[in-house]
Nanobody, 120 residues
Framework: VQLQASGGGLVQAGGSLRLSCAASGRTYDNYFLGWFRQAPGKEREFVAVISWSGGRTYYSDYVKGRFTIPRNNRANTVYLQMNSLKPEDTAVYYC??????????????WGQGTLVTVSS
């Protein structure tokens, strides 16, 4: 599976941005697909994940109520719609194939990362 993330950029606090992650290679519609992020000097952290059917979604407490993660299986794409952005959302965002256990974890495939910068 190859994952190509795009859509990052500079936005003011309170604004919105939508990231896209296009999947190719093996059929991806059986994977959970999700987003992680890594801020400067911090560990990579889970943001959001969606099941292959779209029926199950999970969000970190930091983004719940502000971000959504729709997916379009026909287009082999998952999105991260980010609203009410805060400066602390500034990070490199990575899409990834995911598993669900005691916590959300990466199952081996990462996109290349896209930088989101939120100015105050």
């Amino acid at each position: 599976v190859q994952l190509q993330a795009s859509g990052g950029g500079l936005v003011q606090a309170g604004g919105s941005l939508r990231l896209s992650c296009a999947a190719s290679g093996r059929t991806y519609d059986n994977y959970f697909l999700g987003w992680f992020r890594q801020a400067p000097g911090k560990e990579r952290e889970f943001v959001a994940v969606i099941s292959w059917s779209g029926g199950r979604t999970y969000y970190s407490d930091y983004v719940k109520g502000r971000f959504t993660i729709p997916r379009n299986n026909r287009a082999n794409t998952v999105y991260l719609q980010m609203n009410s952005l805060k400066p602390e959302d500034t990070a490199v965002y990575y899409c990834a194939t995911c598993g669900i256990g005691d916590k959300i974890y990466n199952t081996g495939y990462w996109g290349q990362g896209t930088l989101v910068t939120v100015s105050s």
